[in-house]
């Protein structure tokens, strides 16, 4: 896969290219073995991987539980509808590959602010004939402006049920920007029978050790990183879903969550440090 010419600064988009700083969606596609990424994503997965070494593992790991998540919701929920935030660069296994499998019809809207993911959107948009599937250039912080967007309207139906889908992404959001506001207002324009799903990084999943070298890590190298990494504990990651109906079994490392891989079989908590959930938005909130 090639990358595109980004040396031009006339861009078509509100958000800056750097490529001197590592970006989230870019360091995920370089855990997951992907060739869309930069030095600066490399260099600093490099010192994510000294002070966390299974950090591969955890991308892996999160990249599975998505795929459970996904066939619960359409297999088990009867979900047919997605907002992927957070989407990455495309790779295999994509929400509508997973959904679409067991139910053709099913309809994508993917949410990234990363212009390299706007560049490479066209591979997310290959739905079967029956589905659907869209790519918005927007962010998380901006909820209002994600659910305004006509192209949102046009793939979804947010009179009916819809799976919101944040993976592997509010741990990149800073408590000054209140990601549990930003998940509150989409969760409220989102009918009853809706779900979220969120993974999330946890402090609460690492060795002291560890916990001491990534935090050193994410403040020693805040300056190249687009988005800081802010883990957090159980009780913070649960705040996410109140007033909602959590899934059995509730929030758990992402490796315990629906897996029918045995325990001794899976590689231990520790090694993925991530949070999972799925709950039930059982009427609108507000």
């Known amino acids: 896969m090639s990358l595109p010419d980004f ?13 001197t700083v590592a970006h989230p969606a870019r360091l995920y596609n370089y855990l997951l ?45 009867g979900i047919r509808q997605f907002l992927d935030i957070g989407t990455g660069i495309p790779a295999t296994g994509n929400v509508h590959d ?26 997310l948009l290959k739905s079967t004939p029956s ?7 927007a962010d998380l912080r901006d909820p209002e402006a994600i659910l305004a967007h006509p192209e ?15 993976i592997a992404v509010l741990h990149f959001v800073e408590d000054a920007h209140d990601p549990h506001g930003r998940v509150a207002t989409l969760s409220a324009a989102l009918p009853a029978g809706s779900h979220l799903a969120i993974s999330h990084a946890s402090s609460d999943l690492m060795s002291p050790e560890t916990k001491t070298k ?52 899976r590689p231990p908590a520790t090694d993925a440090g991530i949070y999972g959930a ?5 009427q609108r909130e507000g």
Request: net charge negative; aromatic share 6%.
């Open 7 to 19: 040396s031009s600064t006339d861009q078509d988009d509100p958000f800056e290219i750097d490529t």
């Open 33 to 77: 073995g992907g060739s869309v990424n930069f030095e600066a994503d490399r260099a600093f997965a490099g010192a994510l991987a000294d002070a966390f070494p299974t950090a591969k593992t955890a991308a892996v790991e999160n990249r599975r539980f998505l795929d459970r998540v996904v066939t619960y919701l359409v297999k088990e929920a």
């Open 98 to 123: 997973v959904a679409q499998a067991i139910d053709p019809g099913a309809r994508v809207a993917y949410i990234d602010n990363d212009p390299i993911v706007l560049a490479h959107a066209r591979q």
């Open 131 to 137: 589905g659907a599937t869209a790519y918005l250039h």
């Open 152 to 166: 949102l309207h046009v793939t979804l139906d947010l009179t009916q049920p819809v799976a919101l889908l944040l």
């Open 214 to 265: 990534v935090t050193a890590v994410s403040t020693q190298e805040r300056d190249q990183l687009r988005d800081a990494l802010h883990p957090r504990d159980k009780a913070t990651v649960a705040r996410f879903f109140d007033g909602m109906e959590l899934i059995e079994p509730g929030i758990v490392p992402i490796t315990d969550w629906h897996n029918d891989i045995p325990p001794n079989e």
């Open 278 to 282: 799925v709950a039930r938005i059982s």
